[in-house]
């Protein structure tokens, strides 16, 4: 596929000043429409003068450096024409930065509209605040004030074209950032330390900046911390430990952010388990929690009151008769409508889809779907219930699928969008104003 490197940067075409080498992303098409995205990193802050391919289905992204803007150009073929203004946005992060997308929610056909912002910083994984006016990024790597830190940037999202503007970073309080949320507010960003086992909650001031940590709990280096998320009531938090096989239970105060143990301060479960996502049920009622490295789902009854889960039944993420040696699970969701829970096989390469059953909240099979590529790190659904999209990190690519609103079945639309190493996807349906 001829691809032309080119920068977008708010909304105009932009040549990209000094750049690193860029990486061209992979990945194939089954039976429809791949569009491409390349890049890497620079340092480069500079805009010069671009132009725009109509090449059908191709699309290209240069470089720029650490909080800076660049994209690539975008196809207007078979791959899919800009959107219009009003279309939902898609945010991509990963090893190579992050990428702004319109959608398509007839096809899930994405048009770049900017990338790749802080390429530099391994930003792996992104959250936008409730109010959709701010995204908050993990950094893995980097130094905040002299301190070799995992960090978290904040940028404002433009009301208009959904593009980013680095507003500020600030230390995680943590090596190794693996994941981050809003709580229920915005008001506070809750981060995930995988590599020192901590978590802390970082407040966001009025124009989205990022104040030093309001609080901090620490569970063991070797905990191995990946989840950190607060509860529908705005309550509790819970953080997931790898390491030592727990959901850590935490008290959350949503004036000051102040996180302290809960009583009983941790859910154990068993050895080898290595809970890694944990995603409640719209009811409030249940909690699901995917397992790393047992290639499982975990029901989980939460009792609101208390702030406390226990387990209800575990099911395998893989079909009967398959191996788990290979792999390891990554990602969990809950459908909008609560009747379906999916979660992400990485190795088996398969999104496994589960029902929901309504008054227990137990899973039964229903199901997989392979992705159509290699290592789906991160997947999302829509707010519709209609599409979804999975990020597959080692074969560079997004691919959207159909939901069956009735079985929960998914079916690739054909649409494949080349972005290097994908770690995260999500989709924000209507901005703030």
């Known amino acids: 596929m001829r691809?032309?490197?080119?920068?977008?940067a708010a909304g105009l075409w932009l040549g990209c000043g000094r750049s690193g080498a860029g990486t061209a992303a992979g990945g194939t098409t089954t039976g429809g429409t791949t569009t491409g995205i390349s890049g890497g990193g620079g340092d480069s802050m500079s805009q010069?003068?671009?132009?725009?391919?109509?090449?059908?289905?191709?699309?290209?992204?240069?470089?720029?450096?650490?909080?800076?803007?660049?994209?690539?150009s975008t196809g207007s073929g078979a791959g899919g024409g800009a959107q219009p203004a009003g279309a939902p946005l898609v945010y991509v992060g990963g090893h190579k930065g992050i990428f702004v997308f319109r959608l398509d929610?007839?096809?899930?056909?994405?048009?770049a509209v900017q990338g790749p912002l802080d390429a530099e910083m391994n930003p792996t994984f992104l959250a936008v605040d409730p109010a959709r006016q701010r995204l908050f990024a993990v950094n893995e790597l980097g130094e905040v004030?002299?301190?070799?830190?995992?960090?978290?940037?904040?940028f404002r999202i433009h009301p208009q074209d959904g593009t980013l503007a680095f507003i500020n970073r600030v230390s995680s309080k943590g090596e190794g950032p693996a994941h981050l949320s809003t709580d229920r507010s915005g008001r506070f960003v809750l981060v995930a330390n995988y590599g020192g086992g901590t978590a802390a909650v970082l407040p966001v001031g009025q124009d989205g900046a990022l104040g030093q940590a309001a609080s901090e709990a620490s569970f063991g280096r070797r905990t191995r911390s990946h989840h950190a998320v607060t509860d529908p009531a705005n309550r509790f938090a819970f953080v997931t430990n790898l390491g030592s096989n727990a959901i850590a239970q935490l008290t959350f105060d949503p004036e000051?952010?102040?996180?302290?143990p809960n009583d009983p301060p941790a859910l154990s479960l068993p050895a080898g388990t290595a809970p890694r996502h944990l995603e409640f049920h719209p009811n409030g009622r249940f909690a699901y929690v995917i397992n790393e490295s047992a290639d499982s789902i975990t029901t989980l009854s939460y009792d609101p009151s208390r702030?406390?889960?226990?387990?209800?039944?575990?099911?395998?993420t893989l079909p009967d008769g398959v191996?788990?040696?290979?792999?390891?699970?990554?990602?969990?969701?809950?459908?909008?409508?609560?009747?379906?829970?999916?979660?992400?096989?990485?190795?088996?390469?398969?999104?496994?889809?589960?029902?929901?059953?309504p008054e227990r909240g137990t899973l039964t099979p229903a199901g997989h779907a392979p992705t159509q590529g290699r290592t789906p790190r991160h997947f999302q659904i829509a707010?519709?219930?209609?599409?979804l999209l999975v990020a597959n990190q080692d074969s560079e690519n997004i691919v959207a699928f159909r939901v069956d609103e009735a079985t929960g079945a998914l079916e690739p639309t054909g649409r494949v969008t080349e972005v290097p190493e994908p770690t995260y996807v999500g989709i924000v349906t209507e901005l703030g104003r």
């Open 3 to 8: 691809r032309t490197l080119l920068c977008l």
């Open 48 to 72: 010069g003068s671009g132009t725009t391919s109509s090449d059908a289905g191709s699309s290209g992204a240069g470089s720029s450096g650490d909080g800076g803007n660049g994209a690539g």
């Open 105 to 111: 929610e007839a096809d899930g056909a994405l048009s």
């Open 145 to 154: 004030d002299g301190e070799r830190s995992g960090a978290v940037s904040a």
């Open 256 to 260: 000051t952010g102040r996180m302290d």
């Open 307 to 316: 702030g406390t889960l226990s387990a209800l039944g575990t099911v395998s």
């Open 323 to 357: 191996s788990g040696e290979d792999n390891a699970c990554a990602e969990i969701q809950v459908s909008p409508s609560g009747k379906f829970v999916y979660g992400s096989n990485r190795g088996h390469d398969s999104i496994a889809i589960f029902a929901v059953d």
């Open 383 to 387: 707010t519709t219930g209609k599409l």
